[in-house]
């Protein structure tokens, strides 16, 4: 009987273990993306790259002015910053931020829904408009880093 009595408190020892460890992983991942978001608009592209994995891509359905029909247009977090002064540099107002996230965890592997605003412009021109970026997470030598992102602008 004590020995049925020591297996369970062990069990439940391992298990609460392992969720507060997933519930620690969620939060670490809730301020990566904070930090994620606040980096960006600070536009520090050299720390914003650290973010990443090498080679990271980032994926969107775009038409420019001379398509005819939409495409998926995917690049490098290379490329992504070497477009900014095209992009996110080209106006003085960009910003981005968090409004809400889903976040997933399974050993060094996760993935995080967010929902976002943004604004980009000037302040007698201003676009905003809301999105999702999803993200694919590894864990790597004890950090986050960003695999991919895939996003899409839903309002305007």
Same mark, same amino acid.
């Given at each position: 009987?004590?020995?049925?009595?020591?297996?369970?408190?062990?069990?439940?020892?391992?298990?609460?273990?392992?969720?507060? /460890?997933?519930?620690?992983?969620? !939060?670490? *991942?809730?301020?990566?993306?904070?930090?994620?978001?606040? *980096?960006?608009?600070?536009?520090?592209?050299?720390?914003?790259?650290?973010?990443?994995?090498?080679? !990271?891509?980032?994926? /969107?359905?775009?038409? /420019?002015?001379?398509?005819?029909?939409?495409?998926?247009?995917?690049?490098?977090?290379?490329?992504?910053?070497?477009?900014?002064?095209?992009?996110?540099?080209?106006?003085?107002?960009?910003?981005?931020?968090? *409004?809400?996230?889903?976040?997933?965890?399974?050993?060094?592997? !996760?993935?995080?829904?967010?929902?976002?605003?943004?604004?980009?412009?000037?302040?007698?021109?201003?676009?905003?408009?809301?999105?999702?970026?999803?993200?694919?997470?590894?864990?790597?030598?004890?950090?986050?880093?960003?695999?991919? *992102?895939?996003?899409?602008?839903?309002?305007?």
């Amino acid at each position: 009987m004590r020995m049925r009595f020591y297996l369970l408190l062990i069990f439940f020892v391992i298990l609460s273990s392992c969720v507060q /460890t997933k519930q620690n992983d969620v !939060a670490d *991942i809730e301020v990566f993306l904070e930090d994620y978001y606040r *980096i960006m608009s600070d536009r520090d592209w050299v720390k914003y790259k650290t973010f990443f994995i090498d080679n !990271a891509s980032l994926t /969107t359905i775009w038409q /420019t002015e001379s398509d005819s029909v939409p495409g998926i247009f995917s690049v490098s977090i290379d490329e992504f910053i070497d477009q900014t002064p095209q992009g996110p540099d080209s106006q003085p107002i960009f910003e981005e931020r968090m *409004i809400s996230h889903e976040i997933s965890v399974k050993g060094n592997l !996760a993935q995080a829904w967010v929902k976002y605003e943004a604004k980009f412009g000037t302040d007698e021109n201003l676009m905003q408009w809301k999105g999702y970026d999803q993200f694919s997470l590894i864990r790597f030598k004890g950090e986050w880093r960003i695999v991919s *992102i895939v996003y899409e602008s839903i309002e305007k």
